[in-house]
């Protein structure tokens, strides 16, 4: 009697060229499309601006308890959007400082490699860093170092007026229409901020 076999073949899936088999072009082309991947990600994850200029959602707060609960909420769901708006207010004001504005520039570089364009946690010493560390230590790190550079005052006022306007603009725009789901409000504090109220 003839054993009956199945009409279909299996499919064999060859396992990935291992790294030391790949050459240095195709790692450096593999890297750039991860990164070209991972900046448009994060560049998408980042909030919609007609959000953020939908003046139908400015109103005043109705005390101080409210005013803080909104800043929370605007701070932790715009975070992408108000780093990139502080970003650019300090470039513009390093236009007529050239040595700033090469540093400037260096340390873009480790803001996109540290903070826009990572698709991982990063861990130092075994432990995952938050994003909300990572983004005071690059802001901490690229203000002192552009100090550095003999712009401190144009520096000092371009950062003192980007987050005037963003802490003023965040109390001052109601959060009741900003939903995440919960990963991304547990990741983004949101969900202390609303549970402290």
């Excluded at 919609?48 to 909104?70: E, G, K, T, V, Y």
């Excluded at 929370?72 to 700033?100: C, D, Q, V």
């Excluded at 802490?167 to 504090?189: H, M, N, P, T, W």
Aim: net charge positive.
């Amino acid at each position: 009697m003839k054993s009956s076999s199945s009409p279909y073949t299996p499919i064999t899936s060859s396992p990935p060229p291992s790294s030391t088999s790949t050459t240095p072009l195709s790692a450096n082309l593999d890297f750039i499309s991860r990164a070209k991947h991972n900046l448009y990600n994060n560049l998408s994850a980042r909030r919609p601006w007609r959000q953020i200029f939908d003046h139908h959602s400015l109103s005043f707060p109705h005390n101080l308890s409210d005013a803080i609960s909104r800043l929370k909420t605007n701070l932790s769901y715009f975070r992408m959007n108000f780093a990139m708006f502080i970003l650019l207010i300090l470039f513009l004001s390093l236009l007529w400082h050239p040595i700033s504005l090469i540093v400037f520039l260096a340390l873009m570089l480790a803001w996109l490699f540290l903070y826009f364009l990572r698709d991982e946690p990063l861990h130092l010493f075994s432990r995952s860093i938050d994003d909300r560390i990572v983004l005071t230590i690059l802001s901490v790190l690229t203000v002192g170092l552009l100090l550095l550079t003999g712009a401190t005052g144009n520096i000092l006022i371009s950062v003192a007026v980007g987050v005037s306007i963003v802490v003023i603009y965040s109390v001052f725009r109601r959060s009741d229409d900003l939903f995440l789901d919960e990963d991304q409000a547990a990741a983004g504090g949101l969900l202390a901020a609303r549970t402290s109220v």
